[in-house]
C-alpha cells in the first residue's frame, strides 16, 4: 500500500511539475486568466451591470449565482448527511467504547461563559455586518453564516450543547437550512414567473420599487442572506452532532 | 419472385407462443391445457399449410416486425423453401409428439407438467422463428430463445443428472453462440457494409477473401452447436435426461435441426454457394463432418443406453447434413435438406420407441431389451422401419436423402467423402440392427420379459406409428419435399 | 427597557464596523440588531432590572479601572521581559498554587477579577471554584501583590453595597 | 511633519510590542513547566499584540493632512481613517478580554487533568517530567 | 541555473501547491489513522485552492473591490475602471466554492469516522481490517 | 517574481502540513492543521484574495479545527502513525 | 413551460428536498409522495425537453439571463445549460430510473433506515439533482460544484446502512475526494491555459489559439480522466465501488449503481467531445510513445476481464454485482475511445441499457433480500418455485447482462464489438465476448442454484451479517416492488427492440462532430 502510494504519488506530483514550465509566470498581467476576456469582462462591466463594488460577490452570486446556489445545497446535503450518518435518535444501545470526552467536567466555567457572554452579541453583530456589506467589502453570506454559526459553536462550547440546542433546536436548524435555499431558488423562481430565467435577477424591478440593475444589487443581498441562513444552520448542526456523536447531549 | 406481404408467418410463429397464456393459467386441469396445446398445434399446422402453395408457386411471404433493428437490418420473418419444409416438418411432429408427450407423462407420473408442455410451446416458437427469419439476425435472435427455453425442459427432473445435463447443454449452445457466432456475425455484419439479409443468395458473396471465409466458417459451423459437429457434440448424449418426448421432438428434430438448419443458411444465405466454390475452403467443413459421422457411429456403437445410442447417431446423422451442404454441389444440398425431413422422421420413431420402451417396461439399456419384440410388437416395428430409415435402406425415405447425399458427393469428386458415406452406412446397420434382431428373433427362454407387460398406453403407440408409416411414405411421395428443396438449389426435378 | 439599551448598543458597534451612513445599510443595520437583540439580548448583562444611569456609572468606573488595568498589564510584561530575559531571571521564578476566597457575589465581578489577575504581573487564575480562586503564581512577590486591593477596586464598581467589608482570606501554599 | 511623528509614533509602539513577544518568546523557551510557560505566553501575547494594533491604528491618520480639495473630503478622508482605527481598537478590546481567557482555560485544562505543577519548594523534584509534557489540552 | 531562475522562481507557488498535494494525498492513500488521512485531505484541498488562487493574483493588482468613487452611486460615472489595477475574481469566486465544499467533505468525514469508532472502538484502518477479517462475511 | 513573504509563508506551509501529518497525537495534530489553515489564509491575504481569506479563516482555521477537535474527543486521540 | 423545462429537470428534486425538510420531518409519511411527486414532475419536464431537442436540435438555456458576448457569438459570462439528444438521453435514464427506485423504495427505506426516513428521501432527491444538473451543464466549474452534491448524497445514502457500509463509504470518500479533486484541478489546468470555464469556450479557444499541443492541456486531459475514471471506478481505480455498493441499503444500491457511473462516463464522453475535442482525443500526440486512445481500449480491455473474473469468484449477490458492473464500466470507456463512430454510439447506448440492467438486477436482488433475508447465492435454492415472477425478471435482466437477443444488452454489445472489429482492437471485441461468456456462467449458475430444489447434505449454515439486512422477511413481493422490478425489465426489451431509434438519436447529436473516416 505504501509502495503504491507513493508510485501514485509521485506519478501524479511528476504529471502536474510536467506543466507546470508551461503556466504563465505567476502575477502576470496577460495570461489567459488574467487578461482574458472573461475576468476582464468582469472587471470592467461589473458596476455598469450589476451595481456592486465587490467584483467577487457579483460574480458569485450573480454571474455564477448558479453555482452558489448549489454551493449553498452543498451545506445542506453536509447538514442533512452528517445528521443522516451520525444522528443518534436514541435507539442506539450499543456500548460506545471510550473517549475524550467522558472524562470532561459538567459544570461550565465561569470565566470561559463569561467572555462568550460578552463576546457573542459581538459576533454576532458583526457576522450580520459581514453578511450586509458583502456588496461593499470582503464577505458575505457564506462568511456571514460561518460566523453566525460559530456564535452558536461558542455558546455550545461555553455551556454545553443542550444550551445551545435550547436556543436552536433541531428542529429549528432544518427549518432554518431548508428556508436558506428556499429563499434562494425562490428568488430565482420568481424570476422564472415573472417570465425570465432562472435567476434573472433584472426582472425583479416588476415587483421591487428599483431599476432592474439595482434590482440585481438588491437581489444579490437577497440570495446572500438565504446562504447565510442555510451556513449557520448547518454550521451549528455539524459541530453539535460532532461534539456529542449525534446524541446532542452533553458534548465538550 | 413475387413477394406477399402477410402477417401469417407471425401467426404460425406465435400460435403456440400465445398457447403458453392458457396452458399456464389453467395448469390445475390437464385435459383443458393439453386441449390448449392441440388446438394451438393444430392452429399453427393449418396457417404453415396456407402459405404452402404461395411458397410451391414459387411466392415468398414476408413479415417485417421492426423495420431497421440496428442500420440496415431489419427484424423480419420470410418464408422461403428450405424454411416451408422446415417449418412443415416441425409443426407436424408436434402434433404427433404433444400427443406423444400426454401419453409419456401421464404414464411416466412426470411432475411440473404445466412448465412442461409450457416450455415446449415456446421452443416450437423459437424454432420456427429460426425457419422464417429473413436475416442472420433475426436468426440468431431466435436461435438464442430457443437455447433458454429449452433448458427447463432438459432439466425437467430436476435432479443431481438433469443439473449435470443441463449444465453440459447451456454451457456450449451458450458459449459457442457467444464466442464464435456473435462475433462471426458482427463481423459479417461489417464487411458487408450493414446487409445481413438471406434473400441475395449470398450477402457476404465476393467480400470476403478466402482466409477469412475459412475462418467465418469455421466460427459458424462450430458455433452452432446445436448441430453437434464435433467437437462441440457432447451437449447431445448428456441432453438425453430428459423425459423422452423431449428428446425426441427438440433433439430429432427442433433443436438439433435449427442447428444444422443454421449451417445450411449460412453456406446458402450468407456465402452463397457458388462464391464458396471459387474458393477451396468448404472442403474443410466437409472433412470435419465426415470425421464426425464415423467417431459418433463408432462411439454410438459402443452405448448400451438406448437413448444415448440414439444420440450419438443423431450427431452422426447431423453431420451427413453439414457434409452434404459444405460439398457445395446442388445434389449435395437437396440431400442434405431432404434429410433434415427424412432424418426427423426416422428417428423421432426411434426415440418414441425408446420412450415407450421406458413407458410400458421401464427398460432403459439395450442389453435389457432381449425379446421384447414379442411383448411390444408395434413398438418394436415402429423402431424397425425407424432404424432403416436412418441406415438409409428401402422402403424409407432415408434412402433417398442419403443418395441425393451420395450423389452429390460424386458430383463434387470427393472420393474419400464416398468412403465416409459407405462405412457409415455399415456402421448405422450395426448399431440399429441388433437391437432389432435381439428383439424379435431372440430364443424365448432368453426374453426377458414376463407376458404382463403390454405396449405402452395408445397416446404413445399411436404417434409412433404414424411416424414410422411417414417414413415409409416418405419413400413413395417425396415430390414435395422435393419441390420446396428445389427452390433453394434452383434445380427442377 | 433593558433590550432598548442592548439595541442601541448593538446598533453602536454596527456603525463602528459599518462606516456607511446611507439609509439603505443603515436600515439593514436596525434589522441586524433587532435581530441579534431577539436572539441573544440575555447574554450581555446578568441583572436586566438594573436603571440606565447605574449602569452608566458603572461603565465610566470601568473606563477607569481598564486604563489601570492597562498599566497593570504593561507592568505584567516588563516582568516577564524581566525573568525571561535577565540571565538570573529564571532563579526569581519561585512558582506557586495560591487559594483565597473572595467577597465578590456577582458573577461578573468574579469575572472581572479573574480576568484582572490574569493580566496583572505574575499571577494567572486556574479556576473558580464556588468561592474560592485558585492562582498560579510565579514568585512569592507575586503571590504577596495579591492582597485584596484589586478586588476592592472591583467590588467598588459592581458591588458598592459591600463596602469595606470585603473579607478576603488569603491562604498561601500549594494544592 | 505630522506624518513623520505619526509614523515614529506608531512605529515605536510596533516595535515595543515586537519586543514583548520576543520576551514571551524566550520565556516560552526558558520557563521551567507548562503553567509558568502559559504566563509567557499568555501575558506577552496580549501586550504585544495590543501595542502592535494600537501603533496600526495610529498610522491610519499618517495621511490625514494629504491634499484635500476641499473640506468635505477632509471629513470623508477623516471619517474613513477614523473608522478603521476605531475598528483596530475595538479588537484590542477583544484581545484583552479573550486573551487571559483562553490563558485561563488552558492552564485550568492542565490543572483538571492532574498536571503537577512545578514549585519552588521540591524545585528539583520533577524537573524534567514536567519540561517533558506538552502544551496540547 | 537558468532552470532555476526560469522554472522555480517565477513559479514558486505552483511548486509549493504541488509538494503540498503530493503531501496531502500521499496521507489520504497510505496514512493508517482514519483522522490522519482526513488531514491529509483538507491539505490536499487547500493545495488546489491555492493552486487556482495563485492563478489570479496579478502582479501590483489589488483586492478585487472597486472603490468607493469609482462607484458614485449611480449606473454610468465615476473613473475608469483599470483592469490591471484590479486582481482576477473569477478564481476566488470558483474557490470560495471549493472551500465550502471542502468542509462539508471534512465535516461528512469526520461523522463517519465516529460511526466507524462507535462500531469498532478504533480508528486504525488496520485494526479495523483485522476485525473485519473475523466477521463472516464474503 | 514573488515576494519573500510569500515565499516564506509558503515554505511554513509545507512545514505545518508536515508537522500536522506526522505527529502521532492527533489533538496537536488538529491543532498544528488549524495553523496550517490560518498560515493559508494570511497567504491568500497577501495575494488579494480577501474573500477567500475571509472564508478559509471563519471555515478552514475555524469550523474545520473545532469539529476536528471534537472528533478526535469523541473517538481516540492516540493515532499509531 | 417548454421554455423552462431544462431548469425543471434540477429544481423539481431541489424543492422536493425542501418540501421535506419543511413538513416531512414531521409528518413521515409525506416523505415518499413529495420524493414521488417531484421525480414525476422531474421527468415530465425532461420528457419535454428532449421532445424540444428532438424537435429543433441543440436546447440552451441561459442560467440568469447572462447572453454570450458579442451579440451570442463571444464567449458566455454566465452560466449555460445545454441539452442534445445524448444528454437528454442520459436526462432521460436518470429520471426514469430515480422514479423506479422512488416507487420501489416504499417498504425498503422504512425496513433499512426506520428513524431516518425524511433525512433518507431528501439525500436521494438532492442526489437525484446533482447527477441530473451534472448531465445537463454545460459549464465545467459547475459540473463540480454538482458532482460535489451527488458525491457528498452518495457518500451519506451509503454510510446510513450497516457499520460495513460505513467503511466503505469512508473510503468512497477518502477515492472520491480525489476523483473530484483531480477533475477540479484538471478545470484549473484549462483555465489557466484558456481563461474561461464554459465546455464550448474552452474548446473554442484550444483551438484558436492552437494549445492542443501544450503540456497543460495534456496534463489537463489525463487529470480530468483520472478524476472521472475514480469516480466511474475504472478497473484499477475501482477498489471502492464493491463494498459500497454490496453493503449500501437496498434502495441506495438500486439507485447508485444504474446511475452514478453512468452519469460519469457521460461526463467523461463529454470532456472528451465538447471540451477537448474528438480530433485531440483520438489523435496519436507527437511526443507520446503510444497511441493515447490504444492505451485506454487495452486498459478498458482489462477491466473488463479483470471485473468479470472477479464476480466469477464472489458467493455474494450483490457484490458479484458491482463486479460486474465494473466490467461494464470497461465496455463503456473502451467504447467510447475506440475512435469511431459506432463505438461512441455503442458507448452512449450502453449507458442507457446499461443504467436499465443494473437496476433491473438491483432490484431483483433487492426483493430476493427482501424475501429470504440474505444474498448469498446459496441461498437462492428453489427460488423459481418461490417467487416466478422475481425470478424471471431476473432472468431477464440476467439475460441482457449476457447479451442475448432480444435483450438491450444484446444490442449495445453489437455496436461495441461491431465498432471494436471496425477499430482493429481485437482484444477489445475478445474481452467482451470473454466477458460475456462469464456472465453467462456466472447468472446460469445462480440460475441452477435457483432452479433446482435444496439438496440435502448441501444445506450450509447461513452465514450472513446480521447487520447488513433485515433479519424479519417478507411473506410476499410488495407490489410497490414488484412493478419497478417489471417495468425495468420491460423496458429492457424494449429498449431492444427499438434499439435503432435510440441509436439515431444518438447518431444525430454525434453527426455535428465529424468523426473522421473508420480506420478499417
Redesign the interface.
Known amino acids: 500500500m505504501k509502495g503504491l502510494a507513493l508510485f501514485a504519488v509521485a506519478f501524479t506530483g511528476a504529471l502536474l511539475l510536467y506543466a507546470t514550465g508551461d503556466f504563465p509566470d505567476w502575477g502576470s498581467l496577460d495570461s489567459p486568466a488574467n487578461g482574458g476576456e472573461l475576468s476582464t469582462h468582469y472587471i470592467k462591466e461589473v458596476r455598469k451591470e450589476t451595481e456592486v463594488p465587490n467584483i467577487v460577490t457579483a460574480v458569485l452570486a450573480d454571474y455564477r449565482g448558479f453555482d452558489t446556489m448549489f454551493e449553498t445545497v452543498v451545506v445542506f446535503v453536509a447538514g442533512i448527511a452528517i445528521i443522516a450518518v451520525l444522528r443518534d435518535f436514541g435507539n442506539g444501545s450499543r456500548g460506545y467504547p471510550p473517549a475524550l470526552a467522558n472524562n470532561l467536567p459538567e459544570e461550565p466555567d465561569l470565566i470561559v461563559t463569561q467572555t462568550c457572554n460578552l463576546v457573542i452579541p459581538v459576533l454576532q453583530i458583526f457576522a450580520l455586518y459581514v453578511l450586509a456589506h458583502g456588496h461593499h467589502s470582503p464577505g458575505g453570506g457564506f462568511q456571514g453564516g460561518v460566523m453566525l454559526g460559530a456564535s452558536y459553536i461558542l455558546i455550545a462550547l461555553a455551556n454545553g450543547v443542550e444550551a445551545a440546542m435550547k436556543i436552536l433546536s433541531e428542529r429549528k436548524i432544518l427549518l432554518m437550512a431548508a428556508t436558506g435555499i428556499l429563499i434562494y431558488s425562490g428568488t430565482g423562481l420568481v424570476c422564472l414567473l415573472l417570465g425570465e430565467n432562472f435567476l434573472d435577477y433584472h426582472v425583479l424591478s416588476r415587483i421591487l420599487p428599483t431599476d432592474p440593475i439595482m434590482a440585481r444589487s438588491h437581489a444579490m443581498l437577497f440570495v446572500e442572506t438565504g446562504v447565510a441562513f442555510t451556513v449557520t444552520a448547518v454550521m451549528f448542526s455539524i459541530y453539535a452532532n460532532l461534539a456529542t456523536r449525534g446524541t446532542l447531549k452533553g458534548g465538550l | 419472385m413475387e413477394t406477399i406481404t402477410s402477417p401469417i408467418p407471425l401467426f404460425a410463429c406465435l400460435a403456440s407462443l400465445l398457447a403458453v397464456i392458457p396452458i399456464v393459467a389453467f395448469g390445475k386441469n390437464p385435459n383443458l391445457r393439453e386441449s390448449f396445446t392441440f388446438s394451438a398445434g393444430f392452429a399453427k399446422l393449418t396457417l404453415v399449410l396456407l402459405m404452402l402453395p404461395w411458397v410451391l408457386d414459387g411466392k415468398i411471404v414476408e413479415f417485417t416486425f421492426v423495420d431497421e433493428i440496428v442500420k440496415g437490418v431489419p427484424l423480419q420473418f420470410r418464408v422461403d423453401g428450405l424454411g416451408m419444409l422446415f417449418t412443415l416438418v416441425a409443426s407436424t411432429l408436434w402434433i404427433l409428439t404433444s400427443l406423444y408427450a400426454i401419453g409419456y407423462m401421464r404414464g411416466a407420473h412426470e411432475g411440473s407438467q404445466t412448465r412442461f408442455f409450457a416450455f415446449f410451446a415456446v421452443s416450437l416458437s423459437a424454432t420456427l422463428g429460426v425457419a422464417f427469419a429473413a436475416n442472420l439476425l433475426t436468426m440468431y435472435l431466435f436461435y438464442e430463445m430457443l437455447s433458454l427455453a429449452t433448458f427447463p425442459l432438459v432439466t425437467h427432473h430436476q435432479d443431481r443428472e438433469a443439473r449435470t445435463g443441463g449444465r453440459t447443454y447451456l454451457t456450449y449452445l451458450l458459449s459457442t453462440s457467444i464466442g464464435f457466432v456473435l462475433p462471426a456475425m458482427i463481423y459479417c455484419y461489417w464487411k458487408s457494409g450493414g446487409n445481413m439479409d438471406f434473400s441475395t443468395g449470398g450477402f457476404l458473396a465476393e467480400k470476403v477473401g478466402p482466409t477469412e471465409s475459412l475462418v467465418l466458417l469455421l466460427l459458424f459451423v462450430f458455433g452452432f452447436a446445436k448441430s453437434g459437429v464435433m467437437p462441440f457434440h457432447s451437449w447431445l448424449p448428456n441432453a438425453m435426461v430428459a423425459p423422452t418426448p423431449v428428446s425426441a421432438l427438440l433433439h430429432a428434430v427442433a433443436v438439433v435441426k435449427v442447428g444444422v438448419f443454421c449451417i445450411i443458411r449460412v453456406f446458402t444465405g450468407v456465402f452463397g454457394t457458388d462464391f464458396l466454390k471459387t474458393m477451396d475452403v468448404a472442403v474443410v467443413i466437409s472433412w470435419i463432418a465426415g470425421f464426425t459421422v464415423i467417431v459418433s457411429s463408432l462411439i454410438a456403437l459402443t452405448q448400451d443406453n438406448l437413448k444415448r445410442r440414439l444420440a450419438f447417431s443423431t450427431i452422426g446423422q447431423l453431420s451427413y447434413i453439414v457434409l452434404g451442404v459444405s460439398l457445395l454441389s446442388t445434389f449435395g444440398v437437396t440431400g442434405s435438406i431432404l434429410h433434415i425431413a427424412m432424418h426427423a422422421c426416422g428417428k423421432i420413431t426411434l426415440f418414441f420407441c425408446a420412450g415407450a420402451i421406458y413407458v410400458a417396461a421401464h427398460k432403459k439399456y439395450i442389453s435389457e431389451l432381449v425379446g421384447i419384440g414379442r411383448v411390444m410388437p408395434v413398438t418394436m416395428s415402429a423402431f424397425f422401419i425407424g432404424s432403416l430409415s436412418v441406415i438409409g435402406l428401402p422402403v424409407t425415405g432415408g434412402l433417398i436423402s442419403k443418395f441425393y447425399l451420395v450423389m452429390g458427393t460424386m458430383q463434387a469428386g470427393h472420393m474419400g467423402l464416398l468412403a465416409v458415406f459407405l462405412v457409415s452406412s455399415i456402421l448405422n446397420a450395426a448399431y440399429f440392427l441388433p437391437i432389432v434382431y435381439k428383439a424379435f428373433l431372440c430364443r424365448p427362454e432368453e426374453s426377458q420379459f414376463e407376458p404382463g407387460i403390454k405396449e405402452a398406453p395408445l397416446a404413445c403407440v399411436v404417434p409412433l406409428c404414424i411416424t414410422s408409416i411417414m417414413s415409409v411414405l416418405l419413400f413413395f411421395f417425396p415430390g414435395i419435399l422435393l419441390d420446396l428443396a428445389s427452390l433453394i438449389t434452383g434445380v427442377g426435378n | 427597557m433593558y433590550q432598548v439599551l442592548v439595541f442601541f448598543l448593538l446598533l453602536l458597534t454596527w456603525v463602528i464596523f459599518s462606516g456607511l451612513f446611507d439609509p439603505f445599510h443603515l436600515s439593514l443595520g436596525v434589522l441586524s440588531c433587532l435581530l441579534v437583540t431577539w436572539m441573544s439580548s440575555g447574554m450581555l448583562f446578568a441583572d436586566r432590572a438594573a436603571s440606565v444611569w447605574s449602569r452608566g456609572r458603572q461603565a465610566f468606573l470601568l473606563i477607569g479601572y481598564a486604563s489601570w488595568l492597562l498599566w497593570q498589564i504593561v507592568l505584567a510584561n516588563v516582568h516577564i521581559l524581566k525573568l525571561a530575559l535577565s540571565p538570573s531571571g529564571l532563579e526569581e521564578v519561585r512558582p506557586r498554587v495560591v487559594r483565597f476566597r473572595t467577597g465578590l457575589r456577582s458573577e461578573f465581578g468574579k469575572f472581572v477579577l479573574a480576568q484582572s489577575i490574569t493580566l496583572t504581573p505574575g499571577t494567572v487564575t486556574i479556576k473558580i471554584i464556588g468561592d474560592e480562586f485558585v492562582i498560579h503564581a510565579i514568585s512569592r512577590l507575586a503571590a504577596d501583590g495579591l492582597d485584596g486591593a484589586m478586588e476592592a477596586r472591583i467590588a467598588a464598581i459592581f458591588e458598592p453595597e459591600l463596602g469595606d467589608h470585603l473579607a478576603v482570606v488569603a491562604e498561601g501554599g500549594h494544592s | 511633519m505630522f506624518e513623520i511623528t505619526i509614523s515614529i509614533i506608531s512605529g515605536a509602539l510596533i516595535c515595543g510590542g515586537l519586543v514583548f513577544f520576543l520576551g514571551a518568546a524566550v520565556g516560552l523557551v526558558r520557563f521551567p513547566d507548562f503553567y509558568t510557560r502559559m504566563h509567557s505566553a499568555g501575558k506577552g501575547d496580549t501586550l504585544s499584540t495590543i501595542m502592535i494594533l494600537l501603533g496600526i491604528a495610529l498610522y491610519q491618520f499618517h495621511d490625514l493632512f494629504r491634499e484635500a480639495h476641499s473640506l468635505e473630503e477632509f471629513f470623508e478622508h477623516f471619517k474613513i481613517e477614523l473608522l478603521v482605527a476605531i475598528k483596530v481598537t475595538a479588537i484590542s478590546v477583544l484581545i484583552m478580554l479573550t486573551s487571559p481567557t483562553s490563558t485561563h482555560a488552558l492552564m485550568e485544562a492542565g490543572y483538571d487533568d492532574g498536571m503537577e505543577p512545578f514549585t519552588c519548594e521540591d524545585e528539583d523534584a520533577d524537573e524534567n517530567q514536567n519540561g517533558k509534557e506538552s502544551a496540547g489540552q | 541555473m537558468e532552470f532555476f531562475e526560469q522554472l522555480i522562481i517565477p513559479k514558486f507557488n505552483y511548486w509549493i501547491y504541488v509538494i503540498l498535494m503530493m503531501i496531502g494525498m500521499r496521507a489520504m492513500i497510505a496514512k493508517n489513522n482514519l483522522v490522519k488521512k482526513l488531514i491529509g485531505m483538507a491539505i490536499f484541498q487547500t493545495a488546489i485552492i491555492l493552486f487556482y488562487v495563485s492563478i489570479g493574483v496579478k502582479e501590483g493588482a489589488n483586492i478585487p473591490i472597486l472603490d468607493h468613487h469609482m462607484m458614485p452611486g449611480e449606473i454610468h460615472g465615476g473613473d475608469p475602471v483599470v483592469v490591471a489595477e484590479f486582481a482576477n475574481p473569477l478564481p476566488h469566486v470558483l474557490m470560495l466554492t471549493a472551500i465550502v465544499v471542502g468542509v462539508a467533505t471534512l465535516g461528512l468525514a469526520l461523522a463517519m469516522s465516529q460511526k466507524i469508532y462507535r462500531a469498532y472502538g478504533t480508528l486504525e484502518e488496520d485494526d479495523i481490517l483485522s476485525q473485519i477479517k473475523l466477521e463472516p462475511n464474503d | ?2 515576494p519573500a513573504f ?2 516564506i509563508l ?2 511554513f ?2 512545514v505545518t ?2 508537522i ?2 506526522r505527529v502521532r ?7 498544528v ?1 488549524g495553523i ?2 490560518f498560515l ?1 489564509c494570511l ?2 491575504a497577501e ?10 479563516a ?3 482555521a ?3 479545527t ?12 492516540r ?3 | 413551460m417548454g421554455e423552462q423545462a431544462p431548469i425543471v429537470i434540477v429544481l423539481a428534486p431541489l424543492f422536493g428536498a425542501l418540501l421535506i425538510a419543511f413538513v416531512g420531518i414531521r409528518f413521515k409519511a409525506l416523505c415518499l409522495p413529495v420524493t414521488l411527486g417531484a421525480l414525476s414532475l422531474s421527468l415530465a419536464a425532461t420528457v419535454e425537453t428532449f421532445r424540444t431537442v428532438l424537435a429543433r436540435g441543440e436546447f440552451v438555456y441561459l442560467l440568469g439571463g447572462w447572453k454570450r458576448l458579442q451579440e451570442g457569438d463571444g464567449i458566455s459570462i454566465g452560466i449555460e445549460y445545454r441539452v442534445d439528444t445524448i444528454s437528454g438521453l442520459v436526462l432521460l435514464v436518470i429520471a426514469a430510473v430515480s422514479l423506479l427506485v422512488a416507487i420501489y423504495s416504499r417498504t425498503r427505506v422504512v425496513a433499512d433506515t426506520p428513524d431516518r426516513v425524511p433525512y433518507y428521501y431528501m439525500l436521494y432527491l438532492l442526489l437525484v439533482a446533482g447527477l441530473a444538473g451534472m448531465t445537463i451543464t454545460n459549464d465545467a466549474f459547475n459540473l463540480y460544484v454538482l458532482l460535489e452534491i451527488s458525491s457528498l448524497t452518495s457518500y451519506a445514502l451509503i454510510a446510513v446502512g450497516s457499520r460495513r457500509a460505513v467503511l466503505s463509504a469512508f473510503n468512497y470518500v477518502i477515492m472520491g475526494t480525489i476523483g473530484a479533486s483531480f477533475y477540479l484541478l484538471g478545470i484549473g489546468y484549462l483555465y489557466i491555459k484558456t481563461g474561461v470555464l464554459n465546455m464550448q469556450d474552452i474548446h473554442a479557444v484550444i483551438i484558436a489559439n492552437d494549445l492542443a499541443e501544450s503540456p497543460s492541456i495534456r496534463v489537463a486531459s489525463v487529470l480530468i480522466l483520472m478524476g472521472v475514471w475514480i469516480k466511474m471506478a475504472f478497473f484499477p481505480l475501482h477498489a471502492w465501488l464493491p463494498n459500497a455498493y454490496s453493503y449500501s441499503p437496498t434502495t441506495t444500491g438500486a439507485l447508485m449503481a444504474p446511475l452514478v457511473t453512468k452519469v460519469m462516463i457521460y461526463i467523461m464522453i463529454r470532456m472528451m467531445v465538447t471540451v477537448f475535442g474528438l480530433d485531440y482525443s483520438f489523435r496519436a500526440t507527437p511526443g507520446m510513445p503510444l497511441h493515447w486512445s490504444n492505451l485506454v481500449v487495452t486498459l478498458s480491455s482489462i477491466a473488463i476481464v479483470a471485473g468479470s473474473v472477479m464476480a466469477l469468484s464472489r458467493r455474494d449477490l450483490k457484490k458479484m454485482l458491482t463486479y460486474i458492473i465494473i466490467a461494464e464500466v470497461g465496455y463503456m470507456v473502451g467504447g467510447a475511445w475506440l475512435a469511431n463512430e459506432k463505438g461512441m454510439t455503442g458507448a452512449v447506448y450502453h449507458i442507457v441499457s446499461d443504467a436499465f440492467m443494473t437496476l433491473c438486477l438491483f432490484l431483483a436482488v433487492g426483493v430476493i433480500i427482501a424475501r429470504t433475508g440474505q444474498s448469498r447465492i446459496e441461498g437462492m435454492n428453489g427460488l423459481f418455485k418461490k417467487m416466478p415472477l422475481t425470478m424471471a425478471a431476473f432472468t431477464i435482466g440476467a439475460l441482457s447482462m449476457i447479451g442475448l437477443p432480444p435483450t438491450c444488452g444484446f444490442f449495445s454489445k453489437w455496436y461495441l464489438v461491431g465498432a471494436g472489429i471496425e477499430a482493429g482492437q481485437w482484444h477489445y471485441v475478445g474481452a467482451l465476448l470473454f466477458s460475456s461468456l462469464m456472465n453467462a456462467v456466472i447468472f446460469f449458475r445462480i440460475f441452477e442454484m435457483a432452479y433446482f430444489p435444496k439438496e440435502v447434505n448441501e444445506a450450509e449454515p447461513a452465514c450472513f451479517d446480521p447487520d447488513a439486512h433485515p433479519l424479519e422477511t417478507l411473506e410476499k413481493t410488495p407490489s410497490s416492488m414488484a412493478i419497478p422490478l417489471w417495468i425495468s425489465a420491460v423496458t429492457l426489451i424494449v429498449l431492444g427492440v427499438f434499439n435503432y431509434t435510440i441509436v439515431q438519436w444518438i447518431a444525430s447529436a454525434l453527426q455535428s462532430l465529424n468523426f473522421f473516416p473508420a480506420a478499417g
Open positions: 517574481m514573488i510569500d515565499i509558503l515554505v506551509l509545507v502540513s508536515v500536522a501529518l497525537d492527533l489533538l496537536a495534530a488538529s491543532m492543521f496550517y489553515s493559508i497567504l491568500w495575494m488579494t484574495a480577501v474573500d477567500v481569506a475571509f472564508t478559509e471563519a471555515v478552514g475555524g469550523v474545520s473545532v469539529i476536528m477537535v471534537a472528533t478526535v474527543y469523541q473517538t481516540a486521540r493515532s499509531k502513525d
